[in-house]
């Protein structure tokens, strides 16, 4: 679900071809060192249901430690796998003032500061956390703010 769901958030971004890097999407998965292999895989299923193009884009991904994530890091967007709240709260405060859509695995990643994530219980919701897309001067189209829920 969610690799269906990431990219379609990301194309929500008003601005998003502004964050190309060599004219292609760059999509980060942030991961702790144990977990790549999980990173790699969503990066599969990304693959299997975008083929090469997101929208009008090519685009790539990479898996990342989240240690390795800095402001100097190439990214257009940023998935985040499950790590410590402290982790959380760091990356997705780079993401924030780089002006980067966040999207979090596990649905309590809205509390620490990620902009996004997806609640799936009987029907899918996106949550959108309004007080980090205002601190990232992101924004989304009008549709996916009216469908989301709004944290807090």
């Known amino acids: 679900m969610h690799a269906r769901v990431f990219p379609t958030i990301v194309m929500m971004d008003t601005a998003i071809?502004?964050?190309?890097?060599?004219?292609?999407?760059?999509?980060?998965?942030?991961?702790?060192?144990?977990?790549?292999?999980?990173?790699?895989?969503?990066?599969e299923q990304l693959q299997a249901h975008h083929g090469e193009r997101i929208g009008p884009y090519a685009w790539d991904a990479e898996?990342?430690?989240?240690?390795?994530?800095?402001?100097d890091r190439a990214a257009s967007a940023v998935y985040?796998?499950?790590?410590?709240?402290?982790?959380?709260?760091?990356?997705?405060?780079?993401?924030?003032?780089?002006?980067?859509v966040s999207f979090a695995y596990e649905e309590n990643g809205i509390e620490f500061g990620v902009?996004?994530?997806?609640?799936?219980?009987?029907?899918?919701?996106p949550w959108l956390n309004i007080d980090t897309i205002?601190?990232?001067?992101?924004?989304?189209?009008?549709?996916?703010?009216?469908?989301?829920?709004?944290?807090?």
């Not at 205002?134 to 807090?152: C, D, E, M, N, V």
């Open 134 to 152: 205002r601190q990232s001067g992101i924004t989304f189209k009008p549709t996916l703010i009216q469908i989301a829920r709004h944290y807090p």
């Open 115 to 125: 902009m996004t994530t997806l609640h799936v219980g009987r029907s899918s919701t």
């Open 63 to 71: 898996a990342i430690a989240y240690g390795a994530f800095d402001e």
């Open 17 to 43: 071809a502004s964050r190309l890097f060599e004219d292609r999407l760059h999509l980060v998965v942030l991961h702790e060192g144990a977990d790549r292999r999980y990173a790699l895989n969503f990066i």
């Open 80 to 100: 985040l796998l499950p790590t410590t709240p402290v982790m959380l709260m760091q990356s997705a405060r780079t993401a924030t003032d780089r002006g980067l």
